[in-house]
């Protein structure tokens, strides 16, 4: 069973930086991708970063400068660096894997980011 685990959420004020973890367990071969979302109280979740393989990466460009996904070599983990974090960064972040030759679709249960001013 395919399980996707968040960390390195919490408070932090404006101009700080914080770093996510994914953790994806029970995937047999190498994921395909893997992404960050985000959702904040009343809006739609919206994709944070993601990369592809272990290199090929895309950000809106909301983020773009700020936040620098990457991933470890061979393995199903990746990490968001996110700096200079505005109030309106503020946001449950989800992990989400795409299996093997994209087979399969895997949600974590998000970690909270708050940012204040």
């Known amino acids: 069973q395919v399980q996707v685990v968040e960390s390195g959420g919490g408070l932090v004020q404006a101009g700080g930086s914080l770093r996510l973890s994914c953790v994806v367990s029970g995937m047999t071969g190498n994921a395909l991708a893997i992404g960050w979302y985000r959702q904040a109280p009343g809006k739609q979740r919206e994709l944070v970063a993601r990369?592809?393989?272990?290199?090929?990466?895309n950000y809106p460009d909301s983020v773009k400068g700020r936040f620098t996904i990457s991933r470890d070599n061979g393995k199903n983990t990746a990490y968001l660096q996110m700096n200079n974090l505005q109030p309106g960064d503020t946001a449950v972040y989800y992990c989400n894997c795409e299996g093997p030759l994209g087979r399969g679709d895997y949600w974590g249960r998000g970690t909270q980011v708050t940012v204040s001013s």
């Open positions: 990369i592809i393989g272990g290199y090929i990466t």
